[in-house]
């Protein structure tokens, strides 16, 4: 079944900007993946750096998704959409660098869904999802969706 940015917008709820193509597929990736102020990298590439806690809680998602990050002063949430049983949160991390929001499990594919950026998939496996940094001169500083 080909989902696309209507049919995922339909199924959360979450509106997506008029710009936005809405019968385009969403692609499916299984690598990093950037929208705005977050990034979602598989655990793989980053395990030595972040891991989950022993007694994390774990929290299934539901097909009307789960908000990851809003952007600054109340912008447009990034939300993590999966079909029913076949996908698992947790802010329960540890993260050396302190920019991990938390990690999901997946079974089948996940997508994220935000207003402005639209949505990407990512295929079964584990991933981060942490805050982007950039520089700033000398200084780094958190990405402000």
Known sequence: MTVTLASLSQQTGLAVLDHL????SIPVVDGLQAQGD?????????????????????TDV????VELLRGGAGGNPHTLVADP??????????DSDG????????SAV????HPEHGA???TPGAYVVRRQRE???RRARLVAD
């Open 62 to 65: 539901p097909p009307e998704g």
């Open 21 to 24: 193509e809405r019968s385009v």
């Open 38 to 58: 977050l990034i979602v990298i598989p655990l793989s590439v980053i395990a030595s750096s972040v891991r989950t806690w022993p007694n994390a809680e774990w």
């Open 110 to 113: 996940a997508y994220l869904l």
């Open 120 to 122: 990407t998939g990512c």
């Open 99 to 106: 920019l991990a929001i938390g990690v999901f499990v997946t």
């Open 135 to 137: 520089r700033d001169g």
């Open 85 to 94: 049983d076949t996908c698992r949160w947790t802010t329960d991390v540890s």
